[in-house]
């Protein structure tokens, strides 16, 4: 029996879906979801296996123009999504018109691997915004098949699925049929404590946070973690931990129960503040922490 295996990157600007449409292939809440743009800043890979494919899915963070060196190299990992794609989606809103980087749309209508534009969040048009936005998108992107979707209700969530399958190459596994994702345990820590802390602060806090997960260890029946929240200034250091250490305390109570679910095992977490000045603009900090891939 021949075995199919491949690539599939999904681009877009920020808070169109993307990391939506991964979690509803993969199955399992891989990214991290919020109503703030930059949510995700790592490239991460979901892998779906059947007995004759295999998909590594690659979600990526929303195209920006960067300000800061950090947002720099986020824009990397989208880069680095066009070199290796066997399928690459395109992904946009209704309402949307247009990519945030021309650059990178030149890219997408000159590019020589299937294109897949899946218009989301259907759900939220008229019928005759429907067929405004797809008769907008067929132009500006002929190269692409063009599907309407909705990965929040998931509806045509399985058409593109299978799409996907159909262009796939006849490959190899490239990673061990049981894996799901290529990101070891200690990063699924720390995007959940930032999605917590992506939801529960505001302005420039969430974005000025790192967290590194400084011990994780697993017995039977319990994972003890220890993290690290870091900071860019002191008084954001105030901030997150909160009067008394409430602010800090919601976020782990919240952290601990998520990844009760994810781990399947009871947690026992702890979570320190500390300051690291301007680590966003720091290439040492940002290499340390899996961003500058150079």
Known sequence: ?????????????????????MNAFVGERLSIITSKAQTTRHRILGIVNGDD?????????????????????????VKSAFEDADVLIYMVETGEKELKDEAFFKKIINAKI????LLNKIDKSSQEQLEEQVALWKEKVPNAELYPISA????????????ILELLPESPPYYPKDALTDKPERFFV?????????????????????????????DDDIIRISALIMVERETQKGIIIGHKGAALKKVGIEARTDLEKF?????????FVKVNKNWRSNSYQLRRFGYDQK
């Open 114 to 117: 299937p294109v897949l534009l």
């Open 190 to 218: 720390n995007e959940t404590i930032r999605e917590k802390i992506l939801l529960h602060y505001d302005k420039e806090i969430p974005y000025a946070v790192e967290i590194e997960t400084e011990q994780f260890i697993e």
């Open 1 to 21: 029996m021949s075995h199919k295996a491949g690539f599939v990157n999904i681009i877009g600007n920020p808070n169109v879906g993307k990391s939506t449409l």
């Open 263 to 271: 781990f399947g095992k009871k947690i026992h977490l702890q979570m």
């Open 152 to 163: 929040l209700e998931n509806f045509n969530v399985k058409e593109v699925f299978d799409r």
């Open 53 to 77: 494919f295999q998909v590594v899915l690659s979600d990526t963070p929303g195209i920006i123009k960067p300000a800061y060196e950090l947002q720099a190299n986020m824009m990397d990992f």
